[in-house]
Structures are given as C-alpha cells and as structure tokens.
C-alpha cells in the first residue's frame, strides 16, 4: 500500500498535478481530497470554505478539518489503501499544520495529536510540496473569480503559511518533496513523477 498526498499554499497547482499522477499511476490510483473527500466532508467543506463565515474562530476551523479527516481516512483512505490501492491526497494533515499551526498560530502540538486522534497515525509514504510564491499563487487564484474564505485571507496570512510548509519539509526529507510550482505544468507534472519513482512507487503501475 502507497500513500501520497499533495501539499502547498493557494495557487500552487497541487490539484492539477494530483489530478495528472493519479492518470500516471494507473486505474487503480485512487484520487481523494481534503477536505469534501467524502459526503459528511462535502457538508464540512462548505462550512469552511464559505465567505460568509469569516468570524469562525481559528479553533473551530481546526476542529472542522479534522472532523472533516476522521471521516475521510475511515472511509476513504484506509479502506483503499487495506484493498492494496494507491492513494493520492490532495491535501491532508500537513495542511493543519500549514494552515491552522503556522497561519493561524495554533499550538502545532495539538495539532500533531488531533492528528494522530483524526488518522490513527497513518502518515503518508510521501508528500509532495508544490512550492511558488505568494504573489505567484495569488495571482492564479485571482483569475478564478470568486474566492472562497481562506484564499480571501491577507497576504501576510499565505506568507505565514508558506513558510510553515518549508519548515515542515526541511525537517522531514524523508518523507517530504519540493517541487518548483513555478515551472509549465509539464515540467512540474515531470518533477512529481521523478519524486514518486525515486521512492520506487511507480514499479509494476505502467509509468516510465
């Protein structure tokens, strides 16, 4: 069992080349998101993501996600990943600790035990950091129209949480990736699959 998941701030690219490794992984990939990755997430999702509730305290934005999680990783996740599937996330607790830890100033020691409560400890085989700059990733989300309440944040706010994901990364090589985000998507797309082959995991999935 493979467990990768896709981290970065607003802007990055992730979904798309989440999209494009779970194709380059083959049909039995499983492709999964954080949060809305199952119908209990897709109701959570809304809560958080809608503009209208700005005054959600940082607390109950946390506790969201990792309900929104529990249910993601006993529905999804585990039960793919028990049936010897591939898993690709896009997003999963490193954004907790990205977002809620380092953007929001939440004690990252609670969050490494919502976590380890929310997943029964599952961390993933890899993570992949699809890094750009803030102007580079807000720009993107500026062509989309309509923001939703966290990429709507101030700029200082995505800052914060940019520089969380280069800690969290330098800290664990093991297990983490960067990526240049910044590239053409094909040259990303490329610098994804050398990241997953590297680690051996696109043996017998039909990838070169």
């Known amino acids: 069992m493979t467990f990768i998941t896709l981290e970065g701030i607003e802007g990055c690219g992730k979904t798309t080349q989440a999209q494009r490794l779970a194709v380059a992984l083959g049909p039995g990939a499983l492709l999964t998101q954080e949060p809305g990755g199952t119908a209990i997430g897709r109701a959570i999702r809304g809560l958080l993501l809608d503009v209208d509730h700005k005054a959600m305290a940082p607390e109950a934005e946390l506790l969201l996600y990792f309900a929104d999680r529990a249910q993601h990783v006993a529905e999804v996740v585990r039960p793919a990943l028990a049936d010897g599937r591939i898993v690709v996330s896009d997003r999963y607790t490193d954004s907790s600790m990205a977002y809620q830890g380092y953007g929001r100033g ?41 923001h939703d309440r966290l990429e709507a944040e101030v700029r ?45 995991i696109m043996a017998g999935h039909g990838v070169r």
């Open 156 to 200: 200082e706010f995505h800052e914060r949480v940019r520089d969380g994901y280069r800690a969290l990364a330098a800290a664990d090589r093991g297990r983490w990736a960067s990526i240049d985000g910044e590239a053409g998507e094909d040259d990303v797309s490329r610098q994804v699959l050398d990241a997953v082959a590297a680690r051996g």
């Open 106 to 146: 939440l004690d990252l020691d609670l969050i490494r035990l919502l976590a380890r409560a929310a997943t029964g400890g599952l961390v993933p085989d890899l993570t992949i950091f699809i890094d750009v700059p803030v102007d580079v990733g807000l720009a993107r989300v500026g062509k989309r129209g309509r």
